[in-house]
């Protein structure tokens, strides 16, 4: 095999044309060898001048030369080729840096293929055969190429460590049990190597089912991803389009004001026209027989004018028309009132239902969502501030401090009528929707309350129990007396326990359908909770059935610590 220091300058065998290697080589007359490609291309640029030169040492040639394959010098070619591979190949097989070295190999090492932990030797391919062929060196343990072999060797006695201490958990060799490790407990390295090799097994295992829990989660995500997307796609159209029909709908019914204004318009202006036209016939009129009396009066035969004066105090006589009924004509300033009222009322809905669209929109969460919350701290920071809604409210309901207090009073209060309003039974819902996490506090007074959450579409009209906190399929109630609580809903109660306590919180977790009530005091402790499934928004009330009776809906501070 040809060493690299014998091998021939392959730059000697370049075309200077195109520094590569000699392809299908071709000799000048003047002794410059080429590419037969690269020699015809320079030529073919010279067709033009009749004269042909040398790239090397510009010797002309006329006429254009013919060359033939120089058969030599392209075996040379071809041998410098397969010595330059051969080359590349002996150079892949020796050691480099970062490689582990044949101990065995004198002069350039080889790759070492295989260690051995018994030999403590690293070996290339062709020292490593008497391992395979040699029956002893069968037995031998052969491992990936390895530089640590020496740290098997026990660096007190210089012998290899085949035992495992278990009283000091490290490898030591047969004198160290002589010695320093004398009466400890030991094995041999290869049982704890089985030992430890089966707990690495359960391990394994254990990443093993991580790793298709963490792929399932993975697939999950990436699910929910494609959800989010779709949800959100279909959501921005659903509600593009709902405003749109609103837009149309408010479009609609502008247009409709405006043709009732113009036909409205087209029957005062006909019936002023008229009247006008009426009352400028009875001005001509009156012309008319006040120049008939100033002509009688200007008669100079006072016989004549006495004569006749009987007839002409007739003509005198009021002329005034009972048809005509002047009055001051009804403008249309009603209607902009009444337009102007329509605008605030949908302010006022889109300022109080914008809330809930916007938390809907920010309580959208994934898979990876926040624990339920524990202490009071943790309940705090989804605190929402409720306030009542006064078109809700019962005749016999007084509300103050914001809204947000509300008292049984011996008289009714002048509420003005409002289909929203619970016309018999003493309840109030909040005007504020909830979503997402929601937490909120009563503080009630008196014989007792039903602190309740409910649909915003519970019935309002009558004595029935559809009417009624709790006693319904859409409502939720906790029931507190000063000596009792239950639980109500669907007409079902659910007798509770707990301590008393003046003070009910409400976590609502509308996603994941949690309802909880608690009794807070100085610490909060759990009443009741429910698991089931949301399908509307929720509204907060209040049922307080004794006179005297009072519930207030508290302001909540997150960096309240206690009560």
């Known amino acids: 095999m040809a060493q690299r220091g014998n091998q021939p300058d392959s730059e000697k065998f370049s075309c200077s044309i195109c520094l590569d290697l000699l392809k299908d080589p071709v000799t000048t007359s003047c002794g410059h060898s080429y590419c037969m490609d690269c020699i015809k291309t320079h030529w073919d640029g010279e067709d033009g001048q009749r004269i042909y030169s040398c790239p090397q040492c510009r010797k002309t040639f006329t006429p254009r030369p013919v060359l033939q394959k120089n058969v030599l010098l392209a075996e040379l070619v071809e041998d410098l080729k397969k010595t330059e591979l051969q080359a590349a190949a002996d150079d892949h097989c020796y050691a480099g840096p970062e490689d582990v070295a044949c101990d065995v190999c004198t002069g350039r090492k080889r790759k070492t293929v295989k260690s051995c932990v018994v030999c403590l030797a690293s070996y290339c391919e062709i020292h490593l055969q008497p391992h395979y062929d040699s029956p002893p060196l069968k037995k031998h343990q052969l491992v990936e190429p390895s530089k640590n072999l020496q740290e098997n060797i026990c660096s007190h006695h210089d012998e290899v460590m085949k035992i495992f201490c278990l009283t000091d958990q490290q490898l030591i060799c047969y004198l160290c049990t002589m010695d320093?490790?004398?009466?400890?407990?030991?094995?041999?390295?290869?049982?704890?190597?089985?030992?430890?090799?089966?707990?690495?097994?359960?391990?394994?295992?254990?990443?093993?089912?991580?790793?298709?829990?963490?792929?399932?989660?993975v697939e999950l995500l990436q699910q929910e991803l494609e959800d989010i997307n779709v949800s959100a796609h279909k959501t921005v159209e659903e509600s593009e389009k709902m405003f749109n029909q609103m837009i149309h709908l408010i479009q609609n019914r502008g247009r409709d004001v405006e043709q009732q204004i113009r036909s409205q318009q087209e029957t005062e202006v006909s019936r002023v026209k008229e009247l006008q036209e009426k009352l400028e016939q009875e001005i001509r009129d009156l012309?008319?027989?006040?120049?008939?009396?100033?002509?009688?009066?200007?008669?100079?035969?006072?016989?004549?004018?006495?004569?006749?004066?009987?007839?002409?105090?007739?003509?005198?006589?009021?002329?005034?028309?009972?048809?005509?009924?002047?009055?001051?004509?009804?403008?249309?300033?009603?209607?902009?009132?009444?337009?102007?009222?329509?605008?605030?009322?949908?302010?006022?809905?889109?300022?109080?239902?914008w809330t809930n669209i916007s938390l809907a929109i920010t309580e959208v969460d994934v898979l990876l969502s926040e624990p339920q919350p524990k202490t009071r701290d943790e309940f705090l920071k989804y605190s929402r501030e409720i306030t009542l809604d006064p078109n809700t409210a019962n005749a016999w309901l007084l509300l103050s401090e914001g809204n947000r207090k509300v008292t049984v009073m011996r008289q009714e209060q002048?509420?003005?009528?409002?289909?929203?309003?619970?016309?018999?039974?003493?309840?109030?819902?909040?005007?504020?929707?909830?979503?997402?996490?929601?937490?909120?506090?009563?503080?009630?007074?008196?014989?007792?309350?039903?602190?309740?959450v409910a649909y915003k579409d519970i019935c309002r009209t009558g004595n029935s129990f559809e009417c009624v906190f709790g006693q319904n399929d859409i409502s939720w109630s906790l029931r507190c007396n000063t000596n009792s609580y239950s639980f109500w809903?669907?007409?079902?109660?659910?007798?509770?326990?707990?301590?008393?306590?003046?003070?009910?919180?409400?976590?609502?977790?509308?996603?994941?359908?949690?309802?909880?009530?608690?009794?807070?005091?100085?610490?909060?402790?759990?009443?009741?909770?429910?698991?089931?499934?949301?399908?509307?928004?929720?509204?907060?009330?209040v049922w307080l059935p004794y006179d005297g009776d009072t519930a207030e809906f508290l302001k909540l501070k997150q960096s309240s610590s206690s009560v």
């Open 287 to 353: 012309k008319r027989k006040d120049a008939e009396l100033k002509q009688f009066s200007d008669t100079p035969d006072h016989n004549q004018f006495l004569l006749n004066y009987p007839s002409v105090s007739a003509l005198s006589e009021s002329t005034h028309s009972s048809s005509i009924n002047i009055r001051p004509l009804r403008h249309f300033e009603d209607v902009t009132a009444a337009v102007k009222e329509l605008r605030d009322q949908l302010q006022d809905i889109l300022r109080d239902t």
């Open 180 to 217: 320093e490790h004398k009466g400890h407990e030991t094995v041999p390295a290869a049982a704890e190597r089985k030992k430890k090799q089966k707990e690495l097994e359960v391990s394994r295992l254990n990443i093993q089912q991580r790793i298709q829990d963490r792929q399932k989660d």
């Open 489 to 541: 809903h669907g007409t079902i109660q659910t007798p509770l326990s707990g301590p008393r306590s003046s003070r009910i919180g409400v976590y609502l977790d509308h996603r994941a359908g949690i309802l909880s009530f608690y009794s807070v005091s100085e610490i909060m402790t759990l009443l009741h909770r429910v698991q089931t499934t949301f399908t509307e928004l929720i509204h907060a009330g």
């Open 414 to 452: 002048l509420y003005p009528d409002h289909p929203d309003r619970f016309t018999y039974f003493r309840q109030v819902l909040s005007k504020e929707s909830l979503t997402g996490r929601c937490y909120w506090e009563v503080e009630w007074r008196g014989q007792g309350v039903d602190v309740a």
